[in-house]
């Protein structure tokens, strides 16, 4: 009976530890070409269509699930997404939107440019999967609202918020540190934020001083915040929590009477 009950407490360990999805890469599909209209265009991703200004059928990733759709370089204007599946919209060059991106069905998006991604407007409608943004450099403007559900961006280069970002859950991650420019602010329940060094800018004067910076460590803690004022301890992540409590029973299964 000991011996089932390390097993199912290890077991129940190893669940609980935190695990990352990956990244759709660009180069692993077959490029439709280049993706180039100033007219509105759908993506559904049940039928693998994409109408409007222009007409492409995707593919169905057989790892993900997901319906795909990959380019050489997205240029557009607006784009409604419908269906169950999550978008894959990739691309092995840039991606830019001047309008509106809507995401009205109740799959998720994930967004990879291999160059720099520009978003003027992103909606979310109701609950569904998460939403993704990648790319090497990401500029963001207007406003950028996942509703309801979990919102990453990852980028190389300093990533630029010029607008308002509502969410539920923000994850953001530079790999040399973040450079976040915002307007009203990010409002969230929620915000990881990657290691490394994240500058606050003002955004009435992106380009002025620096109004603080938090200095994030590889494990997740804030080690320096000069010029920011830390309104809530950060939360223990729940897995570790869980973790934790998972050996401490494994003590106990271990003890033995006097």
Same mark, same amino acid.
């Given at each position: ?66 319906? /795909?759709?990959?380019?050489? $370089? +997205?240029?557009? *204007?607006? #784009? &409604?997404?419908? !269906?169950?599946?999550? =978008?894959? %919209? ?68 300093? /990533?630029?918020?010029?607008? $308002? +970002?509502?969410? *539920?859950? #923000? &994850?953001?991650? !530079?790999?040399?540190? =973040?450079? %976040? ?78």
């Amino acid at each position: 009976m000991r011996w089932m009950i390390r097993v199912w407490t290890v077991l129940f360990s190893l669940w609980a530890l935190p695990s990352q999805a990956a990244v759709l890469d660009p180069w692993a599909f077959t490029s439709l070409g280049a993706l180039n209209t100033s007219e509105s265009i759908s993506i559904n991703t049940d039928t693998l269509a994409l109408t409007g200004g222009a007409s492409y059928s995707g593919v169905l990733d057989p790892v993900s699930d997901a319906g /795909i759709f990959t380019f050489d $370089d +997205i240029n557009g *204007t607006n #784009l &409604s997404i419908f !269906g169950t599946r999550t =978008l894959g %919209l990739l691309s092995k060059g840039n991606i830019a939107f001047t309008g509106t991106i809507d995401l009205r069905g109740s799959g998720g998006l994930e967004m990879v440019a291999v160059g720099s991604m520009a978003l003027t407007q992103l909606n979310v409608l109701g609950g569904g999967g998460a939403v993704s943004l990648t790319a090497n450099q990401i500029n963001l403007g207007g406003t950028i609202d996942s509703g309801i559900r979990p919102l990453g961006i990852r980028a190389v280069e300093p /990533i630029n918020l010029s607008g $308002d +970002i509502g969410i *539920t859950d #923000l &994850s953001l991650s !530079g790999r040399g540190g =973040l450079t %976040l420019t915002t307007g009203t602010g990010i409002s969230s329940r929620s915000l990881s934020l990657g290691s490394g060094i994240i500058t606050l800018n003002s955004g009435s004067n992106p380009s002025g001083a620096t109004s603080g910076q938090i200095t994030i460590s590889s494990a997740g803690e804030i080690a320096s915040s000069p010029g920011v004022t830390v309104a809530a301890p950060v939360p223990v992540p729940a897995a570790f929590l869980l973790f934790a409590t998972s050996l401490a029973a494994l003590g106990l299964v271990r003890r033995r009477p006097a």
